[in-house]
Protein backbone atom coordinates (compact mmCIF):
# COMPACT_ATOMS: atom_id res chain seq x y z
CA UNK A 1 0.00 0.00 0.00
CA UNK A 2 1.73 3.31 -1.08
CA UNK A 3 2.73 5.97 1.85
CA UNK A 4 -0.59 8.32 1.78
CA UNK A 5 0.64 12.00 0.72
CA UNK A 6 1.02 14.73 2.76
CA UNK A 7 -0.88 17.95 2.68
CA UNK A 8 1.71 20.77 2.27
CA UNK A 9 1.17 24.08 4.14
CA UNK A 10 -0.16 26.96 2.02
CA UNK A 11 -0.38 30.60 3.34
CA UNK A 12 -2.93 32.44 1.31
CA UNK A 13 -5.42 31.58 -1.63
CA UNK A 14 -3.84 33.40 -5.17
CA UNK A 15 -5.13 36.73 -6.17
CA UNK A 16 -5.67 35.31 -10.02
CA UNK A 17 -6.66 32.07 -10.48
CA UNK A 18 -6.27 32.19 -14.50
CA UNK A 19 -3.57 33.42 -16.95
CA UNK A 20 -3.79 33.18 -20.46
CA UNK A 21 -2.44 34.53 -23.75
CA UNK A 22 -3.98 37.97 -25.02
CA UNK A 23 -4.72 36.75 -28.60
CA UNK A 24 -7.60 34.39 -27.23
CA UNK A 25 -6.69 31.42 -29.38
CA UNK A 26 -6.81 28.57 -26.18
CA UNK A 27 -9.06 26.52 -26.21
CA UNK A 28 -11.01 25.21 -23.28
CA UNK A 29 -9.11 21.71 -23.47
CA UNK A 30 -5.97 23.36 -24.02
CA UNK A 31 -5.07 24.40 -20.28
CA UNK A 32 -2.30 23.59 -17.78
CA UNK A 33 -3.30 23.07 -14.18
CA UNK A 34 -0.81 24.16 -11.59
CA UNK A 35 -1.74 22.90 -8.32
CA UNK A 36 -1.82 25.64 -5.21
CA UNK A 37 1.22 23.75 -3.64
CA UNK A 38 2.64 24.04 -6.83
CA UNK A 39 1.76 27.74 -6.85
CA UNK A 40 2.86 28.00 -3.02
CA UNK A 41 6.26 26.83 -3.90
CA UNK A 42 7.19 29.58 -6.92
CA UNK A 43 5.71 32.33 -4.32
CA UNK A 44 7.85 31.49 -1.77
CA UNK A 45 11.07 30.49 -3.70
CA UNK A 46 11.14 32.83 -6.82
CA UNK A 47 8.81 35.76 -5.55
CA UNK A 48 9.94 35.69 -2.08
CA UNK A 49 13.91 34.52 -2.41
CA UNK A 50 13.52 31.88 0.32
CA UNK A 51 15.82 28.70 0.06
CA UNK A 52 14.75 25.28 -0.69
CA UNK A 53 14.71 24.37 2.91
CA UNK A 54 13.03 27.59 4.32
CA UNK A 55 10.34 27.03 1.68
CA UNK A 56 10.02 23.31 2.61
CA UNK A 57 9.83 24.64 6.48
CA UNK A 58 6.89 26.42 5.51
CA UNK A 59 5.33 24.10 3.38
CA UNK A 60 6.00 21.25 5.91
CA UNK A 61 7.54 19.40 3.48
CA UNK A 62 11.16 17.74 2.78
CA UNK A 63 13.35 19.89 1.21
CA UNK A 64 13.24 17.16 -1.79
CA UNK A 65 9.52 17.39 -2.30
CA UNK A 66 9.63 21.13 -2.55
CA UNK A 67 12.00 20.63 -5.26
CA UNK A 68 10.04 18.03 -6.94
CA UNK A 69 7.19 20.10 -6.80
CA UNK A 70 8.90 23.51 -8.21
CA UNK A 71 10.39 21.65 -10.53
CA UNK A 72 6.94 20.69 -11.93
CA UNK A 73 5.55 23.86 -11.83
CA UNK A 74 8.47 25.64 -13.52
CA UNK A 75 7.52 23.15 -16.51
CA UNK A 76 4.13 24.19 -16.54
CA UNK A 77 4.50 27.71 -16.16
CA UNK A 78 7.21 27.14 -19.42
CA UNK A 79 4.89 25.40 -21.10
CA UNK A 80 2.13 28.30 -21.12
CA UNK A 81 4.57 31.17 -21.94
CA UNK A 82 6.46 29.26 -24.47
CA UNK A 83 3.06 28.00 -26.54
CA UNK A 84 0.79 30.50 -25.28
CA UNK A 85 -1.46 27.93 -23.16
CA UNK A 86 -3.58 29.04 -20.65
CA UNK A 87 -2.77 28.56 -17.32
CA UNK A 88 -5.48 27.62 -14.58
CA UNK A 89 -4.66 27.37 -10.38
CA UNK A 90 -6.34 24.71 -8.86
CA UNK A 91 -6.38 21.72 -6.83
CA UNK A 92 -3.38 19.89 -5.27
CA UNK A 93 -2.78 18.22 -1.88
CA UNK A 94 -2.92 21.19 0.31
CA UNK A 95 -3.80 22.67 3.77
CA UNK A 96 -4.42 26.27 3.89
CA UNK A 97 -3.06 28.02 6.94
CA UNK A 98 -5.33 29.16 9.76
CA UNK A 99 -4.65 33.14 9.31
CA UNK A 100 -3.78 35.28 12.68
CA UNK A 101 -6.42 37.96 13.75
CA UNK A 102 -5.34 41.53 14.49
CA UNK A 103 -4.33 40.60 18.25
CA UNK A 104 -2.02 38.40 17.29
CA UNK A 105 -3.72 35.08 18.57
CA UNK A 106 -5.45 32.26 16.34
CA UNK A 107 -8.69 32.44 15.06
CA UNK A 108 -12.08 30.85 15.68
CA UNK A 109 -11.99 27.02 15.64
CA UNK A 110 -8.36 26.13 16.21
CA UNK A 111 -6.57 24.47 18.93
CA UNK A 112 -5.24 27.83 21.06
CA UNK A 113 -7.03 28.66 24.23
CA UNK A 114 -8.18 32.44 24.32
CA UNK A 115 -8.31 34.17 27.86
Not at 72 to 85: D, F, L, P, S
Not at 89 to 113: F, H, Q, R, V
Amino acid sequence: MPRPKRCRRVQSFPAFWCFEAEDGRNRPDDSIRLTLDEYEAIRLLDLEGLTQAECAEMMNVSRTTVTAIYERARKKIAECIVNGRRLLISGGDYDLEAEETASGSAGKGTNTMRL
